[in-house]
């Protein structure tokens, strides 16, 4: 019966066809008679690299149908040299599950869990967040031995005062981060606590720098009296996406290098945050903090200490963005930035069937479509060759990478880490 209707519908759609071409071919586009694509997902034979999914005139039927696929026979086979650190976050569940199939491409995986302020008038920070961590995944993770390190995020969080507060006395945060570790079997954290400390000066003022800089160094010390527990810092760029974006100084980079096993250097959100649409992580701007790295200032080029460059993990992201300034301008409710996920993404390519412009100084992919009340949308989404793009380069710089956030890549992704 199945079968016998769907013989039905193939000739329907064939006659459709027939009658559809003595119409030219431009109007038939404008009457967007959609072919839907199926999605196809879990393992493939094919590599990625004859997929189509490389070209730069990629087709959005050809990222439909294969982008969630990923190539079984390299599951399990790390490609890329440098350390890979990959986020996942509670809010979207299909990172833990990414992490736990291609746990073989990753050195370590960052679940994004647990919050420290200091209240006004305590004497000790509150960590929050104990309630995500899962021990069966954890477990999943490590099966067999070997596995990624487990090294959650812990963000600082609150007015100034509470920075103040944890830096001035800073014991409590130090012994209370390691215990939750320790309690944990956990591998070691990613410090979030940069950028805030920059947003409010708080690096101008020089009590408050050195006290940022000893906190680091100590909780470099227990963690390593603690069986050699890591930690990894995350932090702006070294050359920041414009003049009023936070960034680190090489120079501090150097030095926190002795207490750090890893920057997570937030290398994405280039035009996001100058509030415009464009590239995420346009190419230029990833190399020119690879130069910055490797040269610092231009008039007296310095090299680095031989083992920053490995510590230097570069942001790569997953997800992309979806702009639409003229909405946000006429004040209509719907924001004017929308992040992207693959399944959104799909979705948007299914609906609007665009083809795709390779950006070639950007190297990153993108179209424009116009929504149902008539507003224009640019929208960029990192694909296979744009990933590529950047892993080479990281590759060349002798780094590696931290990628925000598992979950909101497509699969395809994994096959070239
Ligand atoms: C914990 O992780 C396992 C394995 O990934 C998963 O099946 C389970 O749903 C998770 N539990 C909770 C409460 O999220």
């Known amino acids: 019966m199945i079968v016998a209707s769907r013989w039905v519908l193939a000739a329907a759609v064939l006659l459709l066809a027939m009658g559809a071409s003595v119409v030219d071919g431009a ?3 404008g009457t967007r008679t959609r072919r839907e694509i199926d999605v196809q997902t879990g393992p493939s034979e094919e590599q990625v690299w004859d997929s189509g999914l490389m070209e730069k005139e990629v087709s959005y039927a050809t990222l439909i149908e294969h982008g969630r696929e990923y190539h079984s026979e390299s599951r399990n086979v790390k490609r890329v040299r440098g350390f890979v650190l990959g986020y996942v976050t509670p809010w979207n569940r299909l990172g833990y599950e990414m992490a736990v199939r291609f746990r073989k491409k990753l050195d370590a995986v960052s679940p994004v869990w647990f919050q420290v302020k200091q209240e006004q008038g305590a004497t000790e920070p509150s960590i929050t967040g104990g309630h995500e961590v899962n021990q069966t995944w954890i477990k999943a993770l490590r099966k067999g031995g070997k596995g990624p390190l487990v090294v959650p995020r812990f963000i600082l969080e609150g007015a100034p005062g509470s920075h103040v507060a944890m830096l001035s006395d800073q014991r409590p945060l130090v012994e209370g981060i390691v215990k939750v570790l320790e309690d944990n079997h956990l591998d070691g954290l990613v410090l979030e606590a940069w950028s805030a400390w920059h947003s409010f000066n708080g690096l101008q003022n020089d009590h408050f720098r050195q006290a940022a800089f000893a906190l680091i160094q100590s909780l470099h010390q227990v963690l390593d009296a ?3 527990k890591k930690l990894f810092l995350a932090v702006p760029p070294l050359y920041p996406s414009h003049e009023k974006a936070p960034w680190l100084a090489r120079d501090d980079m150097i030095e926190l290098s002795k207490w750090v096993d890893g920057f997570s250097v937030m290398t994405y959100d280039y035009s996001s945050t100058q509030g415009r649409p464009g590239p995420n992580s346009p190419a230029h701007w990833v190399s020119a903090n690879l130069e910055v790295l490797k040269r610092g200032g231009e008039k007296d080029p310095v090299p680095p200490p031989p083992d920053l460059e490995p510590k ?22 719907a924001g004017a930035l929308e992040a992207l996920t693959a399944p959104s993404f799909l979705k948007l390519l299914q609906q609007h069937q665009p083809a795709l412009e390779w950006q070639e100084e950007a190297e990153e992919h993108m179209f424009e479509y116009v929504d149902k009340d008539g507003f224009s949308h640019t929208v960029f989404y990192p694909t296979p060759r744009s990933l590529e793009a950047r892993l080479q380069a990281a590759q060349t710089a002798n780094v590696g990478l931290s990628i925000w956030e598992l979950g909101q890549g497509m699969e395809r992704f994994f096959d070239l880490l």
């Open 312 to 333: 230097f993990l570069l942001g790569v992201n997953f997800y992309g963005w979806d702009s639409c300034p003229s909405r946000a301008s006429r004040g209509n409710g």
């Open 226 to 228: 603690s069986g050699g």
């Open 27 to 29: 109007k038939r586009r």
